[in-house]
């Protein structure tokens, strides 16, 4: 299976340049916040894989109107096709302003998910906007990651973590792909594209 991941900035190729062929092999596409609605649905025009998404930190315009043709993760488990997707986007709070959690207030939205988790067993891919912990985060406030996500890491050991929020220009030292444990973790700052080998 064919997963175009996409968060933070609207890709050149896809919103200028898009090749309609190409875009139609893709069978699923996972949003990780800090797209605009109106880039969202123009890749629903021509895709017919679904988009699921979670909200970034600044996505202040979904909440007046989210994108059309979109399918909402945010604090549940979705199942396509046999491949259970978890989502929480927001990042750590910084400043006043919507989707923006303490750690606390992020391991109150995992632990309202008991009920979920343990009825899907788990999940395979968790779709965040922020980093784990140490996990591709960066040492300043803005985009430190959540120590809740590297242990929802441990306790689950799913096949894939997407997030964004920590753009690919901001150093040398930015990993677009690492592993931790069981999990590949991969950045997808304006998009990236993997294949989720399937039994």
Known sequence: MKILALADVESKALWDFLDKDY??????????????????????????????????????????????????????????????????GGSIRYKPGPDQYTEQEMENRIKKLHRQLKKNKGFDILLTHSPGKGLGDSDDITHTGFSCFTKLLDDYRPKYMIHGHVHMNYGVNVE??????????????????????TV
């Not at 025009?45 to 059309?68: C, E, M, W």
């Open 23 to 88: 875009i139609r092999t893709i069978d699923l596409i996972l949003a990780a916040g800090d797209l605009k609605p109106d880039y969202l649905e123009y890749l629903t025009t021509f895709a017919s894989a679904d988009i699921l998404y979670v909200r970034g930190n600044h996505d202040r315009t979904h909440g007046k109107r989210s994108p059309q043709g979109c399918i909402c993760l945010e604090d549940t488990i979705y199942n396509f096709h046999g491949i259970r997707i978890l989502g929480l």
């Open 176 to 197: 677009r792909v690492r592993t931790y444990g069981e999990t590949t973790i991969i950045n997808a700052y304006e998009k990236y594209v993997f294949e989720y080998e």
